[in-house]
C-alpha cells in the first residue's frame, strides 16, 4: 500500500471518529438540557396545582363544609381532587404535552385508575413510607415523558368518611359515582399517586436531528479535508518521489543521463533530488574518464 494510502487511511479514521463522538456528545448534551428543561416545566405545574389544592383545602373548604348540610355532597365544590382534575382538564386543551393524573388503585371516578405503570410506581410508593417524590423518564404510547409523582397516602381520618365503609358515604356521593369502587381504603394506606407527564419526544427528536447536522457537517468536512490532503500529497509528495525514483533507476542503468534531475526545493525531497543529482553528476563525470 503506498504511503497516500496508508496516510488517507490513518486520517480518515481519526477524523471520523472524531465526527462520531462530537455527534453523539451533542446528543447527549441536547438530551440533558431537554431533561432540565421538563424538569422545570414539571415542577412549575406540578406545584401550582399543589398550591391550589393548598388553598382549597385550607380556606375554601372550611366554608363550604359550613354553608352545606352534612349529607349534602357536590364534588365540584368539595372535593379537591374534583377540583385539580377540573382545571388541568381545562389547562391541558389550552396546552397539549402535559398530562396530570391522580393514578388511583381502587378509585371513585373511573378515569383516576392506574394504569400498569402507575400501579407499579404507587407499589414504589407504598414499599417505603419515606419516599415522598420520584421523577424520571417513562414511555407511555410509544411517547417519551418526562414524569414527576408523588405519593397519595390515607393520612386523615376524615378521608375514610368518604373512601372507607360504604354505609358511611355522603348519600349524593354513592348516587354519583356508585357502591363498587373507591371504598374499602385503610388509615396510612398508600392508594395512589399524583403524576404530571412532561412530553419530551418534541426536544428529543430535535437532540437528534441536531446531533445528526452536526454529524453530517463533520462528515462533509472530512471529506472535503481528506479530498485536499490527497491533492497535497499527490502534487508535493508522490509525485516527486515517482519522478524522483524513475531517475535514479535511468542512472543505475546509465540511461538519459546527461538530463538533470529537475527538482529544486527547500525541503526534504529537495535534499534527495539535489543527492540524486549529484550522484548523476560523478556517474556522467567517471563515464567521460
Ligand atoms: C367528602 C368526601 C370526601 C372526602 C372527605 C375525601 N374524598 Fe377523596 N374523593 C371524593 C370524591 C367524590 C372523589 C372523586 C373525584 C373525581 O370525581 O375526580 C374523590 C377522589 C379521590 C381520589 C382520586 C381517585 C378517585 O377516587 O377518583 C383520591 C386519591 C382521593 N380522593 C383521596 C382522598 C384522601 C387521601 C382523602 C383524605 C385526605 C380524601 N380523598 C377525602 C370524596 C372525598
Known amino acids: 500500500m503506498g504511503i497516500r494510502s496508508r496516510f488517507m487511511i490513518i486520517l480518515a479514521v481519526i477524523f471520523g471518529t472524531a465526527t462520531v463522538l462530537i455527534g453523539v456528545a451533542s446528543y447527549k448534551f441536547s438530551e440533558r438540557s431537554a431533561l432540565a428543561e421538563a424538569r422545570s416545566k414539571g415542577d412549575?405545574?406540578?406545584n401550582y396545582i399543589l398550591a391550589n389544592r393548598d388553598f382549597y383545602r385550607g380556606k375554601q373548604q372550611p366554608l363550604i363544609m359550613e354553608v352545606f348540610e352534612k349529607d349534602r355532597f357536590y364534588p365540584e365544590l368539595m372535593s379537591d381532587f374534583v377540583l385539580t382534575r377540573g382545571t388541568f382538564d381545562i389547562f391541558k386543551g389550552?396546552?397539549?404535552?402535559?398530562?396530570?393524573?391522580?393514578?388511583?388503585?381502587n378509585p371513585l371516578h373511573q378515569?383516576?385508575?392506574a394504569d400498569q405503570w402507575e400501579r407499579e410506581l404507587i407499589a414504589t410508593f407504598a414499599k417505603d413510607p419515606a419516599l415522598k417524590a420520584r421523577e424520571g423518564l417513562m414511555e407511555k404510547n410509544g411517547e417519551s415523558f418526562f414524569y414527576m409523582a408523588n405519593p397519595i397516602r390515607v393520612s386523615e381520618?376524615?378521608?375514610l368518611r368518604c373512601h372507607g365503609d360504604v354505609t358511611d358515604a355522603p348519600k349524593d356521593q354513592v348516587e354519583i359515582y356508585g357502591t363498587e369502587n373507591g371504598y374499602g381504603w385503610k388509615m396510612g394506606e398508600t392508594v395512589g399517586a399524583y403524576v404530571v407527564y412532561v412530553?419530551?419526544?418534541k426536544a428529543l427528536a430535535e437532540a437528534r436531528k441536531g446531533a445528526m447536522v452536526l454529524y453530517l457537517i463533520g462528515a462533509g468536512c472530512l471529506l472535503v479535508a481528506l479530498v485536499g490532503i490527497w491533492i497535497f500529497m499527490d502534487r508535493f509528495i508522490v509525485?516527486?518521489?515517482v519522478q524522483l525514483?524513475?531517475?535514479a533507476e535511468e542512472i543505475s542503468l546509465g540511461k538519459n543521463i546527461e538530463e538533470g534531475v529537475g527538482i529544486k526545493r527547500n525541503d526534504e525531497i529537495g535534499a534527495l533530488a539535489s543527492a540524486i543529482e549529484r550522484l548523476r553528476m560523478s556517474m556522467v563525470r567517471i563515464l567521460k574518464r
Open 245 to 247: 525514483s524513475g531517475k
Open 199 to 201: 412530553s419530551v419526544e
Open 111 to 113: 378515569p383516576n385508575k
Open 239 to 241: 509525485n516527486p518521489i
Open 157 to 159: 381520618k376524615d378521608c
Open 94 to 105: 389550552k396546552l397539549g404535552g402535559y398530562d396530570f393524573k391522580q393514578a388511583t388503585l
Open 44 to 46: 412549575l405545574i406540578f
